[in-house]
């Protein structure tokens, strides 16, 4: 039977473990013949930079190949709605469209950013759980309402730096960008931190900018698991006291999903929770992260990305190796 990644939250600390201890593995050792004539489809619905990268060079390098596909831009448009009479723009259906390419490809990866209009579709991540029904191979996720193979990115160059990372004290904080953002990375990096164990902080400016309730519980129970504690703030420095890990992210209001300008209104009053040098000095010497890409002086100041403990191009560059290792391990069997 095939298995998906379509969220961290279906995959054991131990399966992913064993997948952040393989990608160290080709790390050390990046060209090796593990997918020899092996392929793998990848499709764009959103831009992408360090996700395409990574996927497609990392694919060579295991001796397989990556074929890029945008829907609406070098493909057909797409429909996902089951039952649906196709009188708009969509030409094919994601039934055919995902059997055909499991005909063609080992593998399906899919970028698919949530659309801000409705909370409740973008949670049920239409599109990659369509891929997930009508394929025949296994389903990787680029990024939709969830980033895992960011999460995976980021523990390991958490592991790298600091070890064993239970009780581990971590800060996600959220960040001024001037547009309202895909929560993905945020929740990714709630159920990740709190999976492996840290004690979980979560700052924003205010209750309109806590995240969806179905990854706070998540994190709340994993917390519980591992008898550590997970914390939600508004204090900009209490928050950052005695934290061992910031991790940077800014991201929408949810409830005034599909408001953008009353939203703004309300975010262009917390310019100041930008990551500044003030604010690292609060911290037990923390390291600092943040995905990719980040407006400098906007989210974070130069210093705080050229100091030494930013190892957000560390991530970045993991992101090839755990998704190497993530391809061998869902075609091994």
């Known amino acids: 039977m095939k298995r998906n990644f379509i969220t961290t939250s279906e995959w054991s600390k131990n399966e992913l473990q064993s997948i ?10 990046r060209i090796q013949p593990l997918l020899k004539n092996k392929s793998i489809a990848l499709i764009f619905f959103n831009p992408s930079l360090r996700t395409k990268t990574s996927f497609q060079i990392g694919m060579n390098q295991l001796g397989g190949n990556a074929v890029i596909i945008s829907p609406g831009q070098d493909a057909w448009p797409i429909e996902f709605d089951v039952g ?5 723009e969509a030409e094919e259906h994601i039934a055919e469209v995902a059997k ?9 990866a899919v970028r698919a950013f949530p659309k801000f209009q409705n909370i409740k579709e973008d949670i049920e991540d239409k599109i990659i759980r369509g891929f997930e029904k009508f394929a025949s191979v296994p389903i990787i996720n680029m ?3 969830t980033h895992p193979c960011q999460e995976l990115a980021h523990i390991l160059s958490l592991q790298e730096q600091l070890g064993d990372l239970k009780n581990k004290n971590y800060l996600l904080t959220w960040t001024y960008h001037p547009k309202a953002l895909n929560t993905a990375v945020a929740n990714s990096s709630l159920i990740i931190a709190s999976k492996f164990g840290m004690n979980v902080t979560l700052l924003c400016p205010t209750e309109d900018y806590l ?3 179905k990854y706070i519980d998540e994190a709340k129970l994993n917390c519980q698991e591992n008898n550590t504690n997970f914390t ?9 006291a005695n934290k061992d890990i910031v991790y940077a992210k800014s991201w929408g209001s949810i409830p ?4 953008p300008n009353k939203e703004k209104k309300i975010r262009d009053q917390y310019k100041n929770f930008i990551v500044d040098e003030r604010k690292m000095n609060f911290t037990n010497n923390a ?3 943040h995905c990719l890409p980040l407006r400098r002086n906007i989210k974070a100041t130069d210093a705080v990305m050229d100091s030494d403990n930013c190892i957000a191009i560390q991530e970045a560059e993991n992101r090839m190796h755990v998704q190497k290792s993530l391809l061998f391990n869902l075609l091994k069997e």
């Open 20 to 29: 952040l201890d393989f990608a160290s593995e080709l790390k050390a050792n």
């Open 84 to 88: 649906k009479i196709m009188n708009e």
């Open 100 to 108: 055909v390419l499991s005909k063609y490809c080992d593998l399906i």
């Open 143 to 145: 990024e939709t309402i």
């Open 211 to 213: 995240l969806h309730d």
């Open 232 to 240: 939600i703030s508004h204090d900009i420095k209490k928050s950052y």
């Open 256 to 259: 005034f999903y599909g408001e």
């Open 287 to 289: 390291l600092f992260s």
